[in-house]
């Protein structure tokens, strides 16, 4: 019979897991913000969307479960849309009140970002 070592567990929580906190070099991109910003925004559309629909004005004869999900990914996709073509602003007033208090990101996007001081906590 063969006998099977067993395997190191992999920490998940508590002292020995990685530090994942301690990374912020992730933060110190406008790019990155920029993203976040959009993806907010289409976030917020969408829950706009989805509350207009809730109102039901009218009786539906044909609705369904399945037409409803069919709805609800069409405006999850309308969302996305609108915010990348014509968006509503929140998502830049947004990036524009996280960046305010970051030195490093409210320089030109077209900088370079290791020459830019590092951001204070």
Do not use: Y
């Given at each position: 019979?063969?006998?099977?070592?067993?395997?190191?567990?992999?920490?998940?929580?508590?002292?020995?897991?990685?530090?994942?906190?301690?990374?912020?070099?992730?933060?110190?991109?406008?790019?990155?913000?920029?993203?976040?910003?959009?993806?907010?925004?289409?976030v917020?559309?969408?829950?706009?969307?989805?509350?207009?629909?809730?109102?039901?004005?009218?009786?539906?004869?044909?609705?369904?479960?399945?037409?409803?999900?069919?709805?609800?990914?069409?405006?999850?996709?309308?969302?996305?849309?609108?915010?990348?073509a014509?968006?509503?602003?929140?998502?830049?007033?947004?990036?524009?009140?996280?960046?305010?208090?970051?030195?490093?990101?409210?320089?030109?996007?077209?900088?370079?970002?290791?020459?830019?001081?590092?951001?204070?906590?």
């Amino acid at each position: 019979m063969t006998t099977i070592s067993a395997l190191p567990a992999v920490p998940t929580n508590g002292i020995d897991a990685p530090n994942v906190s301690s990374d912020t070099s992730r933060l110190a991109s406008r790019a990155n913000l920029e993203k976040a910003g959009k993806q907010f925004e289409a976030v917020f559309t969408q829950m706009m969307l989805k509350s207009m629909r809730a109102t039901h004005l009218a009786e539906d004869i044909f609705g369904s479960k399945a037409q409803d999900t069919f709805r609800d990914m069409q405006d999850q996709k309308l969302s996305v849309t609108m915010a990348d073509a014509k968006p509503l602003g929140i998502g830049k007033a947004m990036v524009d009140f996280l960046a305010k208090n970051q030195a490093a990101l409210q320089a030109d996007p077209a900088a370079d970002p290791g020459t830019a001081p590092a951001p204070t906590l």
